[in-house]
């Protein structure tokens, strides 16, 4: 509801505006006094915010010039003055009419016409009115015709006097259009407090100076990015008040900077600086800018929203099975990398879970809330992979989307990408690897501009890395780009006694209490065996062994253990398989110790018996132990 305040500087007049306010169902709060009296009125009000003021001469006057509130006049109409000057006339033909700060218009006319003498008596202060009101009480018997405080000086001077009284049809005039003033604020102020409720709740900063660089707008979110105060700035000029917002630039050369990075205080901004123009020129401008970490956190937000769930890494160091000493060493190393954010190269064979330490490695590191996203480079076909890692812009190819598609390397922004089988990624795509290795950068297929990635690479291969670059089966450059942290996962044949660890990890509750005597049984033969496909073979031995559990009555026979097991029953013979593993370590050991000989170097050695440079290490200390070297027939 609108809050009309009426101050009037008599009585009458405050019945008079009652009974008209009642009479138009206004709502007003009425006051009395006149001049300086309305300053202590107007102190007093206290809240809510006074929409108008309705006052009449002097007292409007004074309330408009001291205080910030619209002030409707009740002025005193001609037939107001001419009813006046008639009842004056009785007394004296000479009319002394009052009037603060400014002339009546019309009162030459009203002498020819009612044949009286008209004097105007102009003031703005009480002091000047009693001095002009002394100067006619000496010259002449006049009658003064004005407002209380005229009235009262002429009856103080013995002067005939009457009240210039206001009229029903001007105070309903004025009260009407009081409440249209109040209407219009109200409507005003609603849409000011709508327009800064959005200005502050929008993330984006906002500052508005006009044409002369005086701040005009500042919103909450530019207070907070800039650590500075709306109240401090308002009004001031933005060179001094805010540093370095190159809004004065703008306003001389009146054009626009679109997508700046700049440094503003303390606070890296993105902005843009846009000249507010119209027919006649320029008369302001506008500047809105974000706090860049705020822009870089919605990137990487948009980024996991188009990911999803698909690219998610599950699992973690707890998740690898085994406390044999190769391993053990193994996950703390890969542990240890986890801290870094450098590629990681591994290798291992086929099953030996390359992936299981590389979702470890992610899920160790500072990246782990972000995309883990495998790729297998050798089960897509070459073309289809180059889109698929690298992504394209619309129209980039026949049947490529509407709209273009991100790449592998994008939708791993913010976390790590795992490639898979990286020796089988063609030569020209391994050179566009490599720019992605060396510059943190990606060009779609039929993009003109790069895209900066943040991203941790994990490469793997089944293959021995160095046997890899001797057959130039993988750039060089890229080989030692890649080879930054090297990790070798050893076959399970060479950890032989995690199998058991790994048997019961397979296995639900219900399972292991149906398959313990028969894993019992057949253990001897599950250490013996080599395990070419590793764990991902034994985990399928281990499901087949639930399954056949169901079907035995009682405990396998010697017959039956080869349909269980299959080729891996073939040593079963606990002593036989000794034997065989025996000679087959003595064979293994001579074609070592021969090709040392022969190459001179670790690393060559191993690279031509195509094994990594520490599992040839871990041997050559067992061959020195059982001190082998000495007895080979080649030293």
Request: glycine share 8%; hydrophobic share 40%.
């Amino acid at each position: 509801m609108s809050r009309i305040v009426f101050i009037s500087p008599y009585g009458d007049l405050s019945a008079a505006a009652t009974a008209v306010a009642e009479e138009l169902g206004i709502p007003m709060e009425f006051y009395e006094g006149w001049l300086e009296q309305a300053g202590p009125i107007m102190d007093q009000l206290g809240e809510p915010e006074v929409d108008v003021v309705i006052s009449r001469g002097g007292t409007a006057d004074y309330i408009a010039h001291h205080y910030d509130v619209p002030v409707i006049l009740v002025n005193t109409s001609p037939f107001d003055i001419i009813e006046c000057c008639y009842e004056a006339k009785k007394y004296s033909d000479h009319i002394a009419i009052t009037s603060f700060a400014k002339p009546y218009i019309g009162l030459r006319l009203l002498e020819k016409v009612m044949g009286i003498t008209i004097t105007e008596v102009i003031f703005t202060k009480q002091e000047e009115l009693d001095e002009k009101i002394s100067a006619l009480a000496e010259m002449s018997n006049c009658c003064v015709v004005g407002g209380g405080p005229s009235v009262v000086a002429a009856k103080r001077f013995g002067l005939f006097n009457v009240f210039l009284s206001t009229g029903k049809n001007t105070i309903r005039d004025a009260l009407v259009r009081a409440m249209e003033m109040a209407n219009l604020r109200r409507d005003e102020r609603r849409k000011a407090y709508r327009l800064k409720t959005i200005l502050d709740n929008i993330y984006d900063g906002i500052i508005a100076v006009d044409s002369q660089g005086k701040v005009e707008i500042i919103n909450y979110s530019a207070e907070r990015i800039l650590g500075i105060t709306g109240a401090d700035v308002l009004g001031k000029d933005v060179k001094d008040a805010v540093l370095n917002t190159r809004l004065d630039e703008v306003i001389k050369t009146g054009e626009a900077e679109i997508g700046e990075i700049q440094t503003v205080g303390n606070v890296q901004i993105y902005a843009n600086r846009i000249p507010i123009k119209d027919h006649h020129g320029l008369f302001g401008v506008v500047a809105t800018f974000q706090d860049i970490s705020r822009v870089i956190h919605a990137e990487r937000k948009v980024r996991s929203n188009l990911t999803g769930k698909r690219f998610h890494a599950h699992f973690t160091f707890d998740n690898i099975i085994g406390n044999s000493s190769i391993i053990c060493k193994t996950k703390k190393l890969a542990a240890n990398y986890s801290q870094s954010d450098l590629t990681v190269l591994i290798y291992g064979p086929s099953g030996s879970g390359k992936e299981l330490f590389a979702q470890s490695i992610h899920n160790a590191s500072r990246r782990c809330g972000q995309p883990f996203v495998a790729v297998n480079c050798g089960a897509l076909p070459p073309t289809l992979l180059e889109s698929e890692l690298f992504g394209y812009d619309e129209g980039a190819f026949t049947g490529a989307k509407r709209k273009g598609k991100l790449g592998l390397f994008e939708l791993s922004h913010g976390g790590t990408i795992f490639l898979d089988e990286i020796n089988t990624l063609p030569f020209e795509l391994q050179g566009r690897l490599l720019r992605v290795l060396q510059e943190r950068e990606v060009l779609r297929i039929g993009a003109e501009a790069v895209i900066p990635v943040d991203i941790r690479v994990i490469a793997a291969t089944n293959q021995s890395p160095y046997q890899l670059l001797r057959e130039r089966k993988i750039r060089e450059d890229l080989f030692y780009r890649l080879n930054v942290l090297y990790l070798e996962i050893a076959p399970l044949a060479e950890r032989s006694e995690d199998v058991p660890l790994l048997c019961a990890s397979f296995l639900s509750a219900s399972e292991k209490m149906k398959t313990t005597n028969l894993l019992n049984q057949i253990m001897p033969y599950l250490t013996a065996y080599s395990w070419p496909g590793n764990v991902r073979e034994l985990n399928n031995v281990v499901q087949r062994l639930a399954f056949f559990a169901d079907f035995l009555e009682e405990e396998p026979s010697a017959v039956e253990i080869p349909n269980i097991l299959g080729e891996r029953a073939e040593t079963h013979d606990a002593e036989a398989a000794d034997n065989l593993r025996s000679s087959l370590q003595v064979t293994e050991d001579e074609l070592i110790i021969e090709a040392l000989r022969d190459h001179g170097t670790i690393e060559k050695t191993a690279a031509h018996l195509g094994i990594g440079r520490s599992t040839l290490c871990r041997k050559l200390k067992r061959i020195r132990s059982e001190n082998l070297l000495l007895k080979s027939k080649h030293f």
